[in-house]
Structures are given as C-alpha cells and as structure tokens.
C-alpha cells in the first residue's frame, strides 16, 4: 500500500529564504508526482507535475526534482515571500483516476 | 474562466438531515472528482466522474452518500442522512482528461460541512 509522508509538517522561515520541502513514497512504481499549494481556507493549486521520466521541473522560482529510485521527491522554492505562506502537498497515482495525498507541510514566511 | 464553483462554501446542519453540496467543473472539462478533506485523514477521493459517468465510487463511505451528475457542467453530493462524523472539507475538482493523474487537478475552494 502507498504511503506518502511530508516531513516537515510545519515549517517558519524569514522572508529571502531558500527553502526545501520533502516528500517521501513507499511505492517506486509511480508515472508522476504532483506538487500542490493549499490557502487556508481554500481548495488546491496544482503547482507541478513531474513525469517519471523527468527529474525535475521548474516554474519561476519553484523547482521540483522527483527520484523515484529512492521514493522521494523535493520542492525547491527560491528566495521565498510571504505570499508563498501555505500548505504544500505531494500526491502521487494510486490506479487511472486516484491521487494519493501526503499530509502537506505548511509553510510560513516570516516578513 | 471562473474555475471549478461550488455552493455553498458553508454548511451547518443537524445531524439526521439531508446535505446537498452543488458542483459546477471549469467548461470543457470532462472529468469530476469529489474529495473529502479531514484533519485525520487528509484527502479522500469518493467518487470519479467522466463524462458524466461515474466510474469509481469505491471511496463513497457509506449508503448514505450518493452523487449525480446530470450534465457536463453540474454535479451534486447528497448525505442522507448526515451524522456528525461526515463533518469535513468537500471539494469538487475537475480535469480535461479521463486520467486526471496525468494532467492537472483544477479544485474549487471547497464546502466546510460542519454538523452538529
């Protein structure tokens, strides 16, 4: 059975930080992993979405890197704002038409 | 586009009485999903839709929750009767394909269902 962990669950950095979200998966055998941000109070914004074939993809200053030989992938996100203060979540395919959630971190960014 | 709307953002209701929770996906999209988000156990798919079929309901907790989808662009989750436990986030996700795993999930900002 899959499981996805996300480790920190909270996180408080300065504003300017980089900084490193982790997300961990017990089972290699996966096509894709998504990284999504979540407002309080708020749905989910896909953020990206790495292929298994990819090592990693990039959107301005997010960067995500996936290695599924070793079940983790990461969340980069360079010099970090206030308004990046949220709820991170991986998820990873679990059959055709599911996605399995990790837990999330949430993030703060301290001005 | 508006995104994926859903009505109504609160809901509070006494236990035993009947919840409906309305779904309108982005236009064009062919694929729904209902999530249950709770601080226990996260995110919980119930039920998949593509085009307006369902086709996973192995997530639907119990008889008590049933959903429709009678066009392309409306969508409803019933709980009936409701009991405390169902309290949760709901929310409706849409997708422009069958395998929403490989394309992106769009959320709407969900229902908080509280009941008492």
């Known amino acids: 059975k899959q499981e996805v962990t996300q480790i920190p669950a909270a996180l408080s950095v300065p504003e300017g930080e980089n900084l490193v979200l982790n997300c961990s998966f017990t089972?290699?055998?996966?096509?894709?992993l998504q990284w999504f941000r979540q407002d309080p109070g708020k749905g989910l914004t896909s953020l990206l979405l790495i292929q298994s074939s990819q090592r990693e993809q990039t959107s301005g200053r997010l960067n995500a890197s996936l290695d599924k030989s070793s079940g983790r992938s990461t969340l980069y996100i360079a010099a970090s704002q206030p308004g990046d203060s949220a709820t991170y979540l991986c998820a990873v395919p679990t059959g055709a038409n599911n996605l399995f959630f990790g837990t999330g971190t949430r993030l703060t960014v301290i001005p | 586009d508006a995104g994926v709307i859903q009505s109504p953002r609160h809901e509070v209701t006494e236990m035993g009485q009947e919840v409906t929770l309305r779904c309108k996906p982005i236009?064009?999209?062919?694929?729904l999903f209902w999530y249950r988000q709770t601080m226990m156990r996260g995110l919980e798919l119930l039920i998949y839709?593509?085009?307006?079929?369902?086709?996973?309901d192995s997530g639907m907790p119990e008889d008590r929750f049933s959903a429709k989808m009678p066009n392309a662009s409306f969508s409803t989750l019933k709980i009936q009767p409701s009991e405390p436990r169902d309290s949760a986030v709901y929310f409706c996700a849409s997708s422009s394909n069958r395998d929403s795993t490989n394309e992106k999930l769009f959320f709407g900002s969900g229902t908080q269902l509280s009941v008492l």
């Open positions: 236009s064009g999209h062919n694929s």
């Open positions: 839709f593509n085009n307006n079929v369902p086709i996973d």
């Open positions: 089972d290699s055998a996966i096509y894709n």
